[in-house]
């Protein structure tokens, strides 16, 4: 029927290269309700990581997918042709370190101009380490939208010369085109920094009830951070 699931157990990884813990596609549909996705790892030519949603759908409600390393991309990286939708479940203490020839963070979750929508859950305790998004990459052409759950405890670091800087701890968003978006409804969600990057920023579709922290690279006089939409009371 097109439908995967796993409800218990676990799928554990090792250096086999290009290996996924689950690879989504042919429009297919996996569900998570519980087990874990654990220990995958690659190297830059060999991107393995714990779940590739291709061209497909990913629903997350429960389970764990922890302690996985890559030098491209992170534990989930989402495609222009797939949809993650997160509605429980921990993306937690995964890790993505800088390679020179391909400099792509998203230790939690990489959207690579797919669409990500997060209800619930948690996004923690992920490292990107000399490279971006801790919590979140999101690609300029990716269709984001932050609901609810919890994104804490991620760090991001990149050097600046002989400095190191924040990268976008919790989300980093690396520009916007046309029909992308990073939508928040629920501030209190996001614990962590937003960095933001070229001509991106942030829609807010409903009002803030909490604080956020934001960053921008190349600050600008005029730079639009944030816009509001929809119906507030």
């Known amino acids: 029927n097109g439908t995967n699931t796993l409800a218990g157990g676990a799928l554990v990884g090792d250096k086999a290269h290009y290996s996924y813990g689950v690879a989504v596609e042919n429009g297919k549909t996996f569900n998570m309700y519980g087990g874990n996705i654990i220990g995958f790892e690659g190297s830059s030519r060999d991107p393995s990581r714990a779940i590739n949603v291709k ?52 230790s939690g979750v990489y959207v690579a ?52 800087v924040d990268g976008g701890d919790g989300i980093y968003l690396s520009g916007k085109r046309e029909g992308a978006y990073l939508n928040i409804s629920d501030s209190t969600a996001i614990k ?23 960053g921008v690279e190349s600050p600008k006089d005029g730079r639009i951070i944030a816009k509001g939409t929809g119906e507030y009371p």
């Open 55 to 106: 061209a497909g759908t990913f629903n997350l409600y429960g389970g764990m997918i922890a302690h996985n390393y890559a030098k491209v991309y992170g534990a989930v990286k989402v495609n222009s042709t797939g949809k993650f939708t997160m509605n429980g479940g921990k993306i937690t203490e995964n890790k993505v370190e800088y390679e020179t020839s391909m400099p792509y963070g998203g």
């Open 113 to 164: 101009g797919g669409e990500f929508t997060m209800n619930g859950g948690e996004i923690t305790k992920n490292a990107a380490e000399e490279t971006y998004g801790g919590g979140i990459y999101c690609s300029p052409t990716s269709k984001v939208a932050i609901n609810g759950g919890i994104i804490s405890g991620n760090t991001a670091t990149v050097m600046d010369g002989f400095t190191s």
């Open 192 to 214: 962590d920094e937003i960095l933001l990057s070229e001509e991106g920023y942030v829609t807010f579709t409903k009002a803030l009830q909490s604080s956020l922290t934001f």
